[in-house]
């Protein structure tokens, strides 16, 4: 009896009742190391939304995690846990340099378009051994995937520090910068261009964020991803795939090749997140350019309900923490950016694991508020009243 | 022993009493006021239809739901059930129709698990290997204490789970559907067993859906129609007419009206077809069989088989070996080019066996689950989109020729019946014209007004020159719609018969593997 | 290489195997109950930064043992929580006790100690000391035999030993006792226990929480025997490691140390040879690094022989007739 919410229910107000706990819980955190969690709290909105300079961080961090939170989600509808967004992002970001460094591209928009191939297949190939392992040899591609992202880091270590290394960087293992022709246009630039100024301050300004077009291309992946998922031929056989295999397999839809699809779907929207991050913001590659966006991924698309709406939602709240994050830990040095996994892993575990601690009292609730229907025949959904094992997906 | 003392004394002690017993389930009430007496040492039936709310009453009884309203008296004594162990406690053994052995277990240390004497395992297996040994000995139930349950047959398995209540000194054993996975030779020795269980004092609750082991061995019935208790009478005293009328509430018809099969061209033909599973078990080991244009083939056979690897191998989703001819025409059987798709584009349907596992997404709503299979269709998608709003008008359109109930395109399939949701199945495959249906366990959990009207389609299908390959485990099924009828055992076609010229007994010893004895 | 470099070789094995046998045991007692735990990872993270915390402020290495395992059972009944009581996802419950572990050892280090994550650094009694065991000395100069005692299997720290000793137990346990064949049937068939009158929720929460305990002990030997103090993210993937290695082993006591042994001796020889040149090509030293991931993947593709995991494994267990 899924359906004993109404859908408003389902998709606000348990994600909200979800993330409130998981506050809370953050706020016991803040308060056990002995600091005043309103205080945090205040600071973190005034850092990310309180001005354009942290709505221009913010909305940076958000278009991280829209990409890689759209990709763990396609991988929830073809009921796969996708975990190795990390390192398939790393690979992605491997993409766009090698896409930028030995090309001299006349034009951003061109450089953009060849970037945009080179991080989604090295993110979709990079997801592409354990999706083949899995829909082959059966290997659990959680671990596989995590196996993925320990590879990754010693991947680019050794790429970075032996291969691709800029003699004379300063020590620190990254690549030359990417060539200015091919600089995507920034929030700083559009400043420039309507004639605003701006205010220079220490740790962030609108002319200085790495706000840029890769924006506007997460929000068009997201809508893709809608279309893909809803509209298409192949997003039916994908959720017809994560609901039942079986069902799948009668229908004639190949297990393999869905697994194979959906995982280098994930795989290179993940690697997308590189245009942002490498293209858009560091402009060079450097040893870890992801910064555990792949990971926040898996708590964007647990919470927005794996729709590219609720991902994008979840992804602005989640950008808002992390440049919340850095602004409070600025001023209460005390409070540690590691502060955010904090709270994002309370995010995953209340959205994710514990959605039934709130769901089945709130189910209660609005049962009680309805009518007993006459029966229908229920022989076939064993309407047993135990919330049915949920699924990855929604 | 006391045996042959008369058992329709009026003063034997009530083994269990359920005194206004009522549970619901969210909006759907799945007992109502339910009231029984059962008289110790006396079989007694319970018999209704799928949905009835046997199940859901028995579950009371052991412990698995608390009931809302009511109470529970066993040996006269008031008695909380709230868990499992308390039923055992209180002397009541269950032996679901779903076994709950651990397959990689031995015999042994399913029967003493949860029954240990001590925290240390071996002084408990050395007393139930002896005690098994006796219970064996009385009551004709022979099984290897050290065998492991995967590697029993079912029936063996079922004894296993007897044992199991014996062991723990049950006194009324209460048996869900033990009949369903078993052949009618392995029927009759369980009923001889519980016979003698009988006889020794034990209290035994059969419930059923079928009426015919109810004539058979129960001394009294009670009969379950929506979750209400309708009645309760001795078993000498009533008719199965008498009895299906109280189940389902109106005279039912017990046979389906059908012309004479014209059979006409062959449309399938199977010679020697194998399947291997993935344990290199061999599932099907040479299968023949033809199928006319025109003609219902009913494959008999209790379950487990091969029926349900046939139905996939000729469905496209099981790699077989041998030969499947579609029209006279050669089908792939390995590789790319053989999965459920080609199959279908070759002209055959398939009604799955398990409509909520395969046959349905229970989580698609009803238009979208009209596509399913079919979804490559033009008629449903163009390039690479989907055409939602052909969906939708074909799904109003099959619901309301079925007369899908409620008519609404926009539930989720898992909000339907199960027979609503076998007609949506059956509307899909059949509305596709193919040359062939297979259909299996078509009427599996389905109420009986949907039965009538699933098995006229089948018929009106056959009658409009398709070839229809029926697979059940409702031997009354296959002898109602069928025109030829080939029983199946062990991976292999034992014989085959014509409806008219065979019996129950007869393709119920081939059920049984035995094709001398019924030659 | 001589006798005594590869009797160095084989004693690193057995310190770096002992964290993932201990790891890997949990594990087994968790997936045999049936409750998958990818959050050993974040678990022994979580207990080896609160022993060596406690360790550096009580000066007692045990004490500092102690409140590992505690806060390792803390991460272990929120999986419980998560995946018994309200039938949560095991695997996104696994996954969050990760990041929370990741995160709070950090923050808490942080505000503790202020040393950008790690704990100070351990010393005396703080750590477990190597113990000599008997006659260590005197038959070391014994050819063959004497080195390997004195050398390979003396001098190692407490923990070692009582991780050795586990394996024997877990399968005595496992196959001996009562608890468990329950434990070995609700991992396989929990409707089978539960209609046999026994809680299958009182033994899952058992079995995670011996699974708390023994990914406690894993983690308090790692930041107070393997090293002497708490460093950010020091499990380094070792509770994924352990998993691939429960695979490897068919959930089987014995394999189970076998397995843990050949990651420990494949780290033991990263370590020991920064590069290895095969055939004039240089082997980087990442490859080195990354080779356990990499063998755990080949694992995982069995490509080494394949096993059936408990049946009901992942699965929450909700009555039906």
């Known amino acids: ?394 | 022993m006391s045996r042959a003392a008369p058992r329709d004394e009026g003063d034997a002690a009530l083994a269990i009493e359920l005194r206004g017993i009522s549970k619901s389930f969210g909006p759907v009430q799945a007992n109502r006021d339910i009231s029984i007496e059962v008289r110790r040492g006396t079989i007694h039936g319970i018999i209704g239809e799928n949905g009835a709310g046997k199940s859901t009453l028995m579950s009371i009884l052991y412990g698995f739901y608390r009931a809302d309203a009511g109470e529970i008296l066993i040996g006269g004594r008031r008695t909380e059930i709230p868990d499992s162990q308390a039923a055992i406690d209180a002397g009541i053994g269950m032996v679901f129709q779903h076994f709950k052995l651990v397959e990689n277990f031995t015999v042994l240390e399913n029967v003493i698990l949860g029954a240990e004497d001590g925290r240390l395992l071996k002084p408990s297996l050395a007393k139930a290997r002896r005690l098994l040994k006796q219970l064996a000995d009385d009551y004709e139930m022979d099984v290897d204490p050290e065998a492991v349950i995967e590697e029993l047959g079912v029936g063996q398995q079922q004894r296993v789970e007897i044992l199991k209540a014996l062991y723990r000194e049950a006194d009324i054993l209460i048996l869900d559907e033990p009949t369903g996975v078993l052949t009618p030779a392995e029927a009759d020795h369980l009923f001889r067993i519980l016979r003698g269980l009988r006889d020794e004092g034990k209290t035994i609750i059969l419930i059923t859906h079928k009426l015919r082991e109810i004539m058979e061995i129960t001394d009294s019935v009670s009969v379950m129609r929506r979750g209400e208790m309708t009645a309760t009478v001795p078993t000498a005293e009533t008719s199965p007419e008498e009895l299906a009328e109280l189940m389902v509430g109106r005279k039912v018809l017990l046979r389906v009206d059908k012309a004479p099969a014209r059979p006409g061209d062959v449309v399938l033909e199977v010679r020697d077809l194998r399947v291997v599973d993935e344990q290199k078990v061999e599932r099907l080991r040479g299968i023949d069989l033809t199928i006319r244009a025109g003609e219902i083939l009913g494959i008999a056979g209790v379950s487990g088989n091969g029926q349900s690897e046939l139905l996939e191998v000729l469905g496209g989703y099981a790699n077989g070996t041998g030969s499947i001819r579609m029209n006279g025409q050669e089908i792939d059987l390995t590789g790319t080019a053989s999965d459920a798709r080609t199959r279908r584009a070759r002209g055959i349907a398939h009604v799955p066996e398990d409509r909520q596992r395969e046959g349905l997404v229970m989580d698609y709503r009803a238009w979208e689950n009209v596509a399913f299979g079919y979804h490559s269709d033009p008629r449903f998608s163009s390039g690479l989109f989907m055409d939602h709003a052909a969906m939708r008008a074909d799904c109003d359109d099959k619901m309301r020729r079925f007369d899908v109930r409620p008519p609404d395109p926009t539930l989720a399939a898992k909000n339907f019946s199960g027979g609503n949701q076998q007609k949506i199945v059956l509307a899909r495959e059949i509305e596709r014209n193919p040359d062939l249906l297979l259909i299996g366990q078509p009427t599996r959990g389905v109420d009986i007004g949907a039965i009538e009207f699933i098995h006229e389609q089948i018929v009106a299908l056959r009658d409009q020159g398709k070839a229809i390959l029926l697979v059940s485990v409702e031997l009354d099924e296959i002898m109602a719609l069928s025109d030829r009828i080939a029983v199946m055992f062990d991976g292999r076609i034992m014989g085959e018969r014509l409806p008219g010229e065979t019996d129950q007994r007869e393709l119920g010893l081939l059920m049984a593997g035995m094709a001398g004895a019924a030659a | 290489m001589d006798f005594l470099g590869l009797l160095q070789i084989l004693d690193s094995t057995l310190r770096l195997a002992t964290p993932l046998l201990f790891a890997c045991l949990a594990g087994l007692f968790s997936e045999r109950a049936g409750i998958f735990d990818i959050g050993l990872e974040g678990k022994m993270l979580a207990s080896a930064f609160l022993s060596a915390a406690a360790a550096s402020y009580t000066g007692n290495v045990w004490l500092g043992c102690l409140a590992g395992i505690g806060a390792s059972l803390m991460l272990a009944a929120i999986h419980g929580v998560a995946s018994i009581t309200f039938r949560g996802n095991q695997l996104i419950s696994g996954v969050a006790i990760n990041f929370l572990a990741s995160g709070l050892t950090v923050v808490v280090g942080e505000a503790w100690f202020g040393l950008g994550g790690r704990t100070p650094q351990l010393m005396g009694a703080a750590r477990f000391q190597e113990i000599d065991l008997p006659f260590a000395r005197e038959i070391a100069d014994v050819p063959l035999l004497g080195p390997i005692y004195a050398n390979l299997l003396s001098g190692h720290s407490a923990l070692v030993y009582i991780g050795l000793l586990c394996v024997p137990l877990t399968w005595w346990v496992l196959y001996r006792t009562r608890f468990g064949l329950r434990l070995r049937a609700v991992g396989e068939n929990p409707a089978a226990v539960d209609t046999a009158g026994v809680s299958v929720v009182g033994l899952r929460y058992a079995a995670v929480m011996i699974c708390g305990l023994l990914t406690g002990l894993a983690g308090a030997y790692l930041a107070t025997a393997l090293s002497a103090g708490f460093v950010k993210e020091m499990s380094a993937g070792r509770g994924f490691i352990a998993l691939a290695a429960l695979i490897f082993a068919k959930w089987r006591p014995w394999y189970a140390l076998g397995a843990t042994l050949l990651f420990g001796l494949l780290e033991a020889l990263g370590n020991r040879f920064q590069t290895i040149e095969v055939f004039d090509i240089t082997v980087p030293t990442q490859f080195m690094q990354a080779l356990p991931y990499i063998l755990t993947v080949v694992i995982l593709a069995g490509f080494v022989g394949r096993a059936i995991p408990p049946r009901a494994g992942g699965e929450p267990y909700i009555k039906e007739r």
């Open chain 1, 1 to 394: 009896m899924n359906d004993a919410l109404p859908k408003w229910a389902d998709i606000a107000l348990i994600p909200l009742l979800n993330l409130t706990l998981a506050l809370i819980v953050s706020g016991l955190v803040v308060g056990f190391i002995g600091e005043d969690p309103f205080e945090v709290l205040s600071l973190l909105i005034e850092g990310a939304v309180g001005s354009a300079d942290g709505w221009s961080y913010t909305l940076y961090y958000a278009t991280n995690f829209i990409f890689t939170g759209l990709g763990v989600a396609v991988a929830f509808h073809a009921r796969l846990f996708n975990i190795g967004g990390e390192g398939q992002a790393m690979l992605g970001g491997l993409g766009v340099a090698l896409a930028l460094l030995y090309v001299p591209w006349p034009h951003w928009s061109l450089a953009l378009l060849a970037a945009m191939t080179g991080a989604a297949l090295f993110g979709a190939a990079w997801a592409a051994i354990p999706a083949w392992l899995q829909a082959r040899r059966g290997s659990h591609i959680v671990i596989t995937t995590i196996m993925f992202n320990f590879i990754a880091s010693a991947l680019m270590v050794y790429l970075l520090s032996r291969v691709l290394l800029v003699p004379g960087a300063g020590g620190s293992p990254e690549t030359a910068r990417f060539a200015a022709a091919t600089n995507l246009p920034a929030i700083g630039d559009l400043y420039a261009l309507m004639g605003w100024g701006c205010v220079e301050r220490p740790i962030a300004s609108v002319c200085r964020a790495p706000l840029n077009i890769a924006f506007l291309l997460a929000l068009l992946a997201g809508f893709a991803v809608w279309a893909l998922l809803w509209r298409t031929r192949l997003g039916y056989e994908i959720r017809a795939f994560g609901h039942s295999e079986p069902a799948a397999l009668y229908a004639g839809i190949s297990p393999t090749k869905i697994i194979m699809v959906a995982m280098l779907i994930s795989g290179g929207l993940c690697g997308l997140m590189a245009i942002n991050a490498v293209m858009g913001e560091a402009e060079r590659l450097v040893i870890d350019p992801v910064q555990g966006a792949g990971f926040v991924g898996i708590a964007v698309a647990l919470m927005g309900r794996s729709h590219p709406i609720g991902i994008c939602l979840a992804a602005l709240l989640f950008g808002m923490l992390y440049q919340g994050g850095g602004y409070v830990e600025f001023d209460i040095p005390a409070i540690s950016r590691e502060m955010i996994l904090v709270i994002q892993a309370l995010v995953i575990l209340f959205t994710g694991a514990l959605d039934n601690m709130v769901r089945a009292p709130m189910e209660a609730l609005f049962l009680n508020r309805r009518r007993p229907e006459p029966a229908l025949p229920t022989s076939a959904t064993r309407s047993d009243g135990d919330p049915k094992e949920r699924k990855v997906e929604p």
